[in-house]
């Protein structure tokens, strides 16, 4: 199957028309992927490979769910690690503000580097997590200013919606299917579009622009962008079930966490301004 997540849309755990990315050999029937059967073998050497305790997917160099977990881990912690320097060392003013924009732009250039690239790079990766950290710190400081605990509220819903969509998918309550991820994709892109358009009417028209960020239509609105960052895990989940059943190469773990990572900082941003305008 191709790769449902957008972030991995060139690539895919696919052997529709072999394994993109990840080599033209096909594999042979007890090998490992794209590793061929030995020819001309003696009966003994036969023998004892047979006997021989089967390799396991971290022995292989096949992509495993600790792999997943392990990458993702160490990604979130850098983004961590980077918003509390940002938010013990940056002012709330304008010159923290500006750092925080400064550090939202490389982030957001690394991470089209990243998903442009052949293979995952660990380095961009930890990067965009790093930058996407100070972002974050900063931006959580100032919610967290005209908002006493906002951003805590905000980490408890992320890590809400992540549970529960984890459990969903896991129950098989959520089936990535072709029309499902159609219908997301459109619904996503509308709303960028939307959230775009809003930006450039509160930029050159002042206030608030389309008031998509406030009062009861704010409130739907990120509710939907809440939605719309669920239904992007629910792609990731679909995406690292794909990749450990094909036998993707370990490495590509990486592009499996920089992918989580990007659905949960979505889902934070959301829940941060969400929680703003219920508390308002």
């Known amino acids: 199957m191709r790769s449902s997540n957008p972030v991995f849309s060139r690539r895919g755990f696919s052997r529709d ?38 390799a396991s997917p971290a022995q292989s160099g096949r992509m495993t769910i600790d792999d997943v977990v392990m990458r993702t881990a160490m990604t979130l912690g850098t983004v961590f690690v980077g918003a509390l320097l940002a938010w013990f060392v940056l002012p709330v003013s304008r010159t923290g503000y500006g750092i925080a924009v400064g550090a939202a732009l490389v982030a957001f250039v690394l991470g089209v580097v990243q998903t442009f690239k052949a293979a995952p790079n660990p380095a961009l990766i930890l990067g965009y997590a790093a930058f996407e950290g100070v972002f974050l710190g900063v931006l959580s400081k100032m919610f967290n200013a005209a908002w006493a605990g906002a951003p805590v509220q905000a980490v408890l819903g992320t890590m809400a919606v992540f549970a529960g969509m984890l459990i969903a998918y896991r129950a098989g309550l959520v089936k990535v299917t072709d029309r499902y991820k159609r219908v997301g994709m459109a619904i996503a892109i509308g709303f960028v579009l939307l959230i775009f358009v809003n930006l450039l009417f509160a930029a050159f028209g ?75």
Do not use: C
């Open 17 to 54: 028309n072999g394994y993109a990315g990840f080599g033209q050999q096909t594999p042979s029937a007890g090998y490992p992927y794209g590793q061929a059967a030995p020819q001309d073998l003696t009966a003994e050497q036969l023998r004892q490979m047979y006997q021989a305790p089967p």
């Open 206 to 280: 002042g206030g608030a622009g389309l008031g998509l960020r406030s009062g009861g239509l704010g409130v739907v609105v990120g509710i939907v962008g809440v939605l719309l960052g669920a239904f992007f895990l629910s792609l990731d989940f679909k995406q690292v079930e794909d990749g450990i059943r094909h036998g993707a190469p370990q490495r590509e773990s990486w592009l499996a966490a920089f992918g989580l990572t990007l659905s949960l900082v979505w889902i934070y941003l959301e829940m941060l301004r969400l929680i703003s305008i219920l508390r308002d």
